[in-house]
């Protein structure tokens, strides 16, 4: 398939499929940037989120750790970056795969991941980030009163469940469970 660009901005690009597809209708896809999301847990086993005016929403949200990944750099080296820029922590990392969020409209891919936070790097952040942790029994209530929007980040939640076999937001401890058998 053969796509034009029609409109191109600093963060993504829209482009128009040169084939047809249905009675001459076109077809739009948004390009952009893959980007990483990470779930982090502190020693504590608190969630460590973010939160940060989004402008598209007029509003301040809490979310994981995330961002795109730049040229010529690899998933991992942008998670630990955005870890980095965004809480001052440093962390090990899992990664749980890569995804798609809107198969319908967007070609880019979501590579996502548990950390736990192993040391703190810096304290100057962002003005415009703070950190923030919450105990994980208590994360569900922020889903369950709209004040937690990130559906990729509920998808991580359920990847950790599967994969770990674990219930992330109700058993006691999860740090050994995610991380006994752990390769750096």
């Given amino acids: 398939m053969d796509y034009k660009k029609v409109f191109k901005t600093p963060f993504f690009e829209i482009e128009e499929s040169t084939e047809d597809f249905d009675n001459n209708s076109p077809h739009y896809r948004i390009n952009s940037r893959d980007s990483v999301i990470c779930c982090l847990i502190n020693c504590s086993e608190k969630i460590v989120l973010v939160s940060q005016l989004r ?3 007029g509003y301040e949200t809490l979310e994981f750790p995330a961002g795109g990944i730049d040229k010529n750099e690899s998933p991992i080296q942008a998670v630990s970056r ?3 820029e965004e809480t001052g922590m440093t ?3 899992k990664e749980l795969g890569s995804y798609r969020l809107m198969m319908n ?3 880019n891919k979501e590579y996502l991941f548990v950390g736990l936070v192993t040391g703190k790097e810096k304290e100057n952040l962002e003005d415009s980030i703070k950190v923030k942790e919450f105990d ?3 994360f569900l209530s922020l889903v369950k009163d709209n004040k937690f929007e990130q559906l ?3 998808g991580i939640i359920q990847l ?3 994969r770990f076999n674990i219930n992330f937001l109700k058993d006691k401890s999860i740090i050994n469970k995610i991380w006994e ?3 750096r």
């Fill in 55 to 57: 402008p598209n929403l």
């Fill in 82 to 84: 955005e870890v980095r």
């Fill in 91 to 93: 962390c090990d990392f």
């Fill in 105 to 107: 409209r967007t070609v």
């Fill in 136 to 138: 994980r029994s208590n």
């Fill in 152 to 154: 990729a980040a509920l």
């Fill in 160 to 162: 950790i469940n599967l």
């Fill in 181 to 183: 058998n752990y390769e």
